[in-house]
C-alpha cells in the first residue's frame, strides 16, 4: 500500500510559477513509477508527465512540453511538478500517482499504463 498527499496548489495569476509536491509513505518509494494527472472542471482526467523509479526517463503531454518538469526526490520520497508560464487552461485538480513498475516505457508509465495508487489532488486555478 502507497498512500499518497499532494499539496502546493493554489489561486495563482496567469504567468505564474507553481510547484506541486506529492508525498508518498508505505512502501518503497523508489520501486514506483510516479505520474501526474489534472482534472479541469467538466473535463475527464488527462496525463500531464511520468517518471520513471530511478527518475532517468519522464513523460510529458504534449501541450506542456516546456513549461512542466516532472522530478523525484527518492530520498524524500517525494515527487515533484514545476510548473511554469501557468496559463488559466492549467486549471485543474492535479493528482499524483504510483504504479510498482520497473519498466521505463511509454506503455509502462504512460497515460494507458494503470496506476495502483492515488492522491486526493491539489487544486490548482489560474485567473487570467
Known amino acids: 500500500q502507497v498512500q499518497l498527499v499532494e499539496s502546493g496548489g493554489g489561486l495563482v495569476q496567469a504567468g505564474a510559477s507553481l510547484r506541486l509536491s506529492c508525498a508518498a509513505s508505505?512502501?518503497?518509494?523508489?520501486?514506483?513509477?510516479m505520474g501526474w494527472f489534472r482534472q479541469a472542471p467538466g473535463k475527464e482526467r488527462e496525463f500531464v508527465a511520468a517518471?520513471?523509479?530511478?527518475?532517468?526517463?519522464?513523460y510529458y503531454l504534449d501541450s506542456v512540453k516546456g513549461r512542466f518538469t516532472i522530478s523525484r526526490d527518492n530520498a524524500k520520497n517525494t515527487v515533484y511538478l514545476q510548473i511554469n508560464s501557468l496559463k488559466p487552461e492549467d486549471t485543474a485538480v492535479y493528482y499524483c500517482?504510483?504504479?510498482?513498475?520497473?519498466?521505463?516505457?511509454?506503455?509502462?508509465?504512460?497515460?494507458?499504463?494503470?496506476?495502483?495508487?492515488w492522491g486526493q489532488g491539489t487544486r490548482v486555478t489560474v485567473s487570467s
Open positions: 500517482a504510483a504504479r510498482r513498475v520497473f519498466s521505463t516505457t511509454w506503455s509502462a508509465i504512460g497515460p494507458d499504463a494503470r496506476y495502483d495508487y
Open positions: 517518471i520513471s523509479w530511478h527518475g532517468s526517463t519522464t
Open positions: 508505505g512502501s518503497i518509494f523508489s520501486n514506483y513509477a
